[in-house]
Each structure stands twice: as C-alpha cells, then as structure tokens.
C-alpha cells in the first residue's frame, strides 16, 4: 500500500533555531497535510496544501507541496519550546476514502 | 463551540473485560475514524466510517468493533479479543471520507 516517510525520525534542536523536516513518498499524492500533536493529545492540523509548487504559511511555519507531487516539506522558524511535539504528514490513500500518515518526526528543544 | 469529544480521558479496565470509548462530534461530518497509537509510535487505523450505518476494517481491526447508528457518534469497543489493549486512542472526522480530518483530545486506556 502507499506509504508516506516522513525524515528526520527524531530532531533535537537549541530554542531560536529553524527547522526543516520533510515527507517522501513513491507514489503521487493530490493533499498535502501537516499535523501537530503535543505529548497526550490529539492532532492539529498545521497547514493543507493542494496544489503541486503551492507554498503556504501558517504563522512562523511554512509548507511547500512538491513539484513532482510526491513530496512535501515544512519548516518551522525561530523555534520556541512550546513547538515540542510530534509531526505528521498525512494524504489521501487510494481510492480517497481514509489518510495515510507518515510515521512522524519527533521535535525536542533545548532551552 | 464545533468538536470532536472523546471520553473519558483516562479509562482503567480489568484484563478480560469488554470496554466502549466514545466519540462525537457535531461538525456535521459524514465520516469518522479510529486510531491507534502506542508510545513513540505513528497512528494506525482501527475502523473507519464514511456515512451512518456503514463502517469498514481498517489495518488494525482484530480484537475491535464499532458502531455507526447516528452521524454525530461512533463508539470502539475494546472486545477481550485484542491482546494487547492497553494504548492511546484517538478518534477524527472528516467532511467527506479523504479529506482533512480533526481530531478529538484522545483516550488513554489502561487494562490492568
């Protein structure tokens, strides 16, 4: 089945930093989703792109949709502590009918 | 305000013992979805329903049924059959089936 990966697994990083994670896949996706999750709650959806090359910002976050469809990527600038946390690319599966989810990058600051 | 409740938050059963974790919501969404998650780890799909009274198997389905009787609810049940029970689970909704989904806050349960 199609699969979404999502790179790095895990990122520790200074507070005041940028970051930059991305999400692959072998397959050509139409909706681009990026989600948040803090520690024991559920997800927030960040930023939805539809469109291949769109670039959309959400405060100091920033997602693009790749050229080829088959990418996408965020970036989150000047972190702060309360951007800790899980994120999850995510796009409709075949036929449309569910998501699919990558497995998450882990982001931990250091104050 | 529109959302997604789930409760309780926290929930402890005995090994052995059915459960029922609830989920409604009133945004109007045709479809709803459980998820998975144990610790450190991605999301798995359990069950998922497009429109009321129809649902279908997700990746993860063994042990688990669900029900869809009214749009605004669709309740998991932990059966005695899933082995390995204790974990973080997560219901959403979505406008259509594919497209964005929220999700509620979560229930963390515990079988002791």
């Known amino acids: 089945g199609q699969q979404l990966n999502q790179s790095p697994q895990s990122m520790f990083i200074q507070e005041g930093e940028d970051v930059s994670m991305n999400c692959t896949s072998s397959?050509?996706?139409?909706?681009w989703l990026w989600y948040k999750q803090d520690p024991g709650e559920g997800p927030v959806l960040l930023i939805a792109?539809?469109?291949?090359?769109e670039l959309t910002s959400n405060g100091r976050l920033t997602a693009q949709f790749g050229i080829t469809r088959k990418d996408s990527f965020l970036n989150i600038s000047a972190s702060i502590p309360s951007d800790v946390g899980i994120y999850f690319c995510a796009g409709p599966g075949q036929g449309a009918q569910k998501l699919v989810f990558g497995q998450g990058t882990r982001l931990t600051i250091n104050p | 305000d529109g959302g997604i409740t789930q409760s309780p938050k926290y929930l402890f059963r005995k090994e052995g013992q059915n459960v029922t974790l609830s989920c409604e919501q009133n945004?109007?969404?045709?479809?709803m979805y459980w998820y998975r998650q144990d610790p450190g780890q991605g999301l798995r799909l359990i069950y998922y329903s497009q429109i009321v009274n129809d649902f279908q198997k997700g990746d993860i389905a063994e042990g688990y049924s669900v029900s869809r009787e009214k749009k605004e609810s669709f309740p998991l049940t932990v059966t005695s059959a899933q082995k390995n029970p204790t974990a973080f689970y997560l219901c959403?909704?979505?406008?259509?089936?594919?497209?964005?989904?929220?999700f509620g806050p979560g229930t963390r349960l515990t079988v002791l």
């Open positions: 792109l539809y469109k291949a090359g």
């Open positions: 945004l109007n969404h045709d479809a």
């Open positions: 959403a909704s979505s406008m259509l089936a594919g497209n964005e989904q929220f």
């Open positions: 397959s050509i996706f139409n909706t």
